[in-house]
């Protein structure tokens, strides 16, 4: 079975969760929890799906993404 990320946050950097597959590093893989528990667990779910649907880490996905984008024209 693929690794799954892993929604994560550090203790002197409560309000914000992070993606384990991109660490701490990338805005697209922080959130915040403005509101409800499940709309950040909706948010994290969009970003698995966009940058890690085949359990690549961010700097793979992101050049995939890139990729992809500039092939279909
Ligand atoms: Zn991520």
Same mark, same amino acid.
């Given at each position: 079975?693929?690794?799954?990320?892993i929604?994560t946050?550090i203790? =002197?950097?409560?309000?914000? !969760?992070?993606? =384990? !597959?991109? #660490?701490? #590093?990338?805005?697209?893989?922080?959130f915040?929890?403005?509101?409800?528990?499940?709309?950040?667990?909706?948010? !994290?779910?969009?970003?698995?799906?966009?940058?890690?649907?085949? #359990?690549e880490d !961010? =700097?793979?996905?992101?050049?995939r993404?890139?990729?992809?984008?500039?092939?279909?024209?």
């Open positions: 079975m693929a690794k799954e990320p929604l946050f203790l =002197s950097k409560p309000d914000k !969760f992070h993606c =384990s !597959f991109c #660490g701490h #590093g990338p805005d697209e893989g922080a915040t929890l403005d509101g409800h528990v499940r709309d950040l667990i909706a948010a !994290f779910e969009a970003h698995v799906e966009r940058y890690h649907p085949k #359990g !961010f =700097s793979q996905a992101a050049a993404i890139v990729r992809e984008a500039t092939e279909d024209h």
